[in-house]
């Protein structure tokens, strides 16, 4: 639609500037002063006059109305664009927030990482130190052994009754000992399936994070594609601008009545509509919306 009202404004400046070279080139004007100089004074009527004056009442009527309905589209996609500018804004906050959030996530997740790496280093320890203390307690046992088949060759009744007493205390340590190391084996156990699990949680909240940062950036070209397309409407404003003063530089002339003639019709055909173009980042759909009541009202034709 803004195309099509380009090309019948150019085609219409056209028009204008040939009648203007032809006017000029010809000498219609002067051809035109010889004749009603010497015509009878008492045959010249207004007749033209009047239908002059009407035809420049209805350029000018046209130029008003279009000159309305261009200050009423230009309010419109102003405040359209306002609107966008807006959502954009508040998208690229809520967004700058989102990344905040994840990144502080991060660092708590780092922190707890860290902390339970070094609980398992300081059980790991804790477990090679008891490994060395048992390891400790049977060469202790090697060298018990040792002195008490020595002393056995001495004494067989007390060497019987100290063997007993201390292959029951070796056991009873033994067995502790054991019992501890299956615990701290348990619990480190239990340390690594922890460690696994929040290596994947965190893994899925990355991932989801990034699906939401990429979301966030299609609607962001979405809105950004909407307020370009706002921009482009508005790039008719300049050439009517420049018709206006066109048509008010050629009204001072002697050959006003045929230009406002050509301008009138050119521009009695026109029905000016805004056209909304909404480009949808994922299909490229456009939907037309039309203009405001008030922009309806002041087309050329209806009036």
Do not use: W
Not at 82 to 91: N, P, Y
Not at 133 to 145: A, V
Not at 221 to 247: I, Y
Not at 273 to 302: F, H, I, L, R
């Amino acid at each position: 639609e803004i195309e099509s009202i380009q090309a019948k404004l150019n085609i219409s400046q056209r028009d204008l500037q040939a009648m203007e070279r032809e006017m000029r080139a010809t000498g219609a004007i002067h051809v035109y002063t010889s004749l009603l100089k010497s015509s009878d004074r008492t045959n010249i009527g207004t007749g033209y006059v009047i239908r002059f004056q009407a035809q420049l009442c209805k350029a000018m009527h046209t130029m008003g109305m279009l000159e309305n309905q261009v200050l009423v589209t230009s309010t419109y996609s102003n405040e359209q664009i306002k609107s966008l500018q807006g959502e954009i804004h508040g998208m690229t906050e809520e967004r700058a927030k989102i990344e905040r959030e994840i990144l502080s996530q991060l660092v708590e997740k780092d922190r707890a990482k860290s902390t339970k790496n070094e609980k398992l280093r300081e059980d790991l320890a804790k477990s090679q130190e008891s490994m060395l203390k048992l390891q400790t307690l049977l060469n202790e046992k090697n060298k018990l052994g040792d002195k008490k088949s020595e002393e056995e060759d001495n004494d067989d009744v007390e060497s019987q009754d100290s063997f007993v007493k201390n292959n029951t205390e070796e056991d009873e340590h033994d067995s502790e000992m054991q019992a501890e190391i299956s615990i701290l084996r348990q619990q480190l156990d239990t340390l690594m399936q922890e460690k696994i699990a929040v290596e994947g949680d965190l893994r899925a909240k990355v991932s989801e994070t990034e699906k939401e940062v990429k979301k966030l950036e299609m609607e962001r070209a979405k809105k950004e594609m909407m307020a370009q397309t706002l921009k482009s409407d508005m790039a008719f404003a300049p050439l009517v601008e420049q018709m206006e003063q066109e048509g008010e530089a050629s009204s001072s002339g002697d050959g006003t009545a045929d230009a406002a003639t050509a301008f009138a019709s050119g521009f009695g055909q026109m029905n000016i509509t805004v056209v909304k173009a909404t480009g949808d980042a994922s299909t490229g759909a456009e939907t037309k919306k039309p203009v405001p009541q008030s922009v309806a009202s002041s087309n050329p034709t209806s009036a």
